[in-house]
């Protein structure tokens, strides 16, 4: 065997650490799609962690995202209210205006009839005291909740945007006491049942 020269070794070995980095160079660029993902999954969860911390507002008033089907966002509190268990303004219904546009502006309103039907049949209720106030804890199909407190001494009443079609001065309310929540017209009492909770 004969012995190899040194510009023979050093060109070997240049070809061989040549061969070593484009290896490395096709091995890195194979874990490319690996490292974005990685690093996309790292800031996407930074990114739903913030967003879940995050209050998002209208007109300085923050609402919340229940995951209902309907894609309906809910107030955090009442119009009036400073913190969801207030319960010191109550307002009466009129076919004037919305309460809710009138009160927070632009981009408010009453929920309607089917808003308050959607709550009813997605959400999880439960009976509960908040800062000493009496309610329920709606919780959405997200996890996320808002807090219905109890508007007199057995139970709430919210009053919806939906009108009585036979009446059209008169609209239609969401009524509840332990166990159980209707929507009645508040003129006629005409029943639309909404079950148990």
Not at 26 to 33: E, H, Q, R, T, Y
Request: glycine share 10%; net charge negative.
């Amino acid at each position: 065997m004969k012995s190899l020269d040194m510009d023979t070794l050093l060109s070997i070995l240049i070809i061989i650490l040549f061969f070593v980095a484009f290896g490395a160079v096709i091995g890195f660029i194979g874990m490319i799609p690996s490292i974005v993902s990685f690093l996309y999954d790292s800031c996407k969860e930074k990114i739903q962690e913030k967003n879940e911390k995050k209050k998002f507002t209208i007109n300085g008033h923050e609402w919340i995202n229940l995951g209902l089907p309907s894609g309906t966002k809910w107030a955090t509190c009442n119009v009036g209210s400073k913190y969801p268990a207030d319960t010191s303004i109550c307002y009466i219904w009129t076919q004037e205006y919305d309460t809710a546009t009138r009160m927070w502006g632009d981009g408010w309103r009453m929920p309607t009839a089917e808003e308050f039907y959607e709550l009813k049949q997605v959400c999880a209720w439960t009976l509960t005291m908040l800062n000493g106030e009496k309610g329920y804890l709606v919780t959405g199909p997200n996890g996320k909740s808002i807090f219905l407190p109890y508007t007199w001494g057995m139970g709430g009443e919210y009053w919806t945007s939906t009108r009585n079609k036979m009446y059209s001065q008169c609209a239609w309310y969401f009524l509840f006491t332990e166990g159980i929540g209707q929507i009645f017209n508040k003129e006629d009492y005409d029943l639309n049942s909404m079950g148990e909770f």
